[in-house]
């Protein structure tokens, strides 16, 4: 189930106060119109382009998120958000109709007001449009998912022994700019005897073995939340030759 495709607008409700968004909401749910589109006045240029509606599962999980981020602050997104998702499951379909019918008219509003656009355009200005908005998608998508699997809680990769040196002395050298003391620090670091090395090549080897840990938990959350498209390539393969043999 692709539920976290447009995870973007859940994203952007992180960057406000739970107490902002849950204003005056006073039950389990608010109304999703209070998330409605409105059309604006826009130019020619891709910075002025409508953006899509909200789905009708987003909208529950933009209100909800900040709701469920009060009641457990010390719960882990990728967590809050599987609870969510079993929570709009269970929801009534009475209740999810509000949610759908609110997309559906924002979805409409939308479609006419990227037609008024278009019709306002010359040919030519299509075509600089479509390359200036092709750009800005590719530059926003990774983004997005960078700022999404963080926000999913996916493990930091292991650092080489090299880098683990790095960050241990940069702090402690104080004289010199940010490249100056970069330099020092790689010649203090040719300098090492092998068994100096040593040690950060064994905290390197730990912090592997933490990074595989902690991917295969986190897999295990995202396949349970039907996040597949987030599962290694291995992993998928592996899954894929199971459930083949199953």
């Not at 295990?220 to 592996?238: C, I, S």
């Amino acid at each position: 189930m692709a539920l976290f495709r447009c995870v973007w607008s859940v994203l952007s409700a992180l960057g406000k106060s739970g107490s902002d968004l849950c204003a005056g909401c006073g039950s389990r749910l608010r109304s999703p119109f209070s998330f409605a589109y409105v059309p604006r006045c826009f130019s020619s240029t891709a910075n002025s382009y409508p953006k899509k509606p909200l789905t009708s599962y987003v909208r529950f999980s933009k209100e909800q998120l900040p709701i469920f981020k009060a009641q457990n602050p010390d719960a882990k997104n990728s967590e809050l958000i599987r609870k969510i998702a079993q929570l709009w499951r269970e929801l009534p379909d009475s209740e999810k109709k509000i949610y759908e019918d609110a997309y559906r008219a924002d979805w409409q509003a939308y479609k006419e007001e990227i037609n008024r656009i278009q019709e306002q355009l010359t040919p030519s200005q299509i075509v600089s449009l479509e390359k200036e908005i092709q750009q800005k998608r590719l530059k926003k998508k990774a983004l997005i998912k960078k700022r999404e699997l963080t926000m999913l809680g996916k493990p930091k990769r292991p650092r080489s022994a090299y880098n683990i040196f790095i960050a241990e002395r940069f702090q402690e050298t104080k004289d010199g700019t940010s490249q100056v003391k970069l330099k020092t620090i790689n010649e203090n670091w040719k300098n090492l005897s092998s068994s100096q090395k040593q040690v950060y090549i064994q905290l390197a080897n730990d912090d592997k073995i933490r990074y595989y840990n902690e991917m295969k938990s986190w897999e295990e959350q995202m396949m349970e939340v039907g996040r597949n498209d987030l599962l290694r390539r291995t992993v998928k393969h592996q899954r894929k030759v199971d459930t083949e043999e199953y």
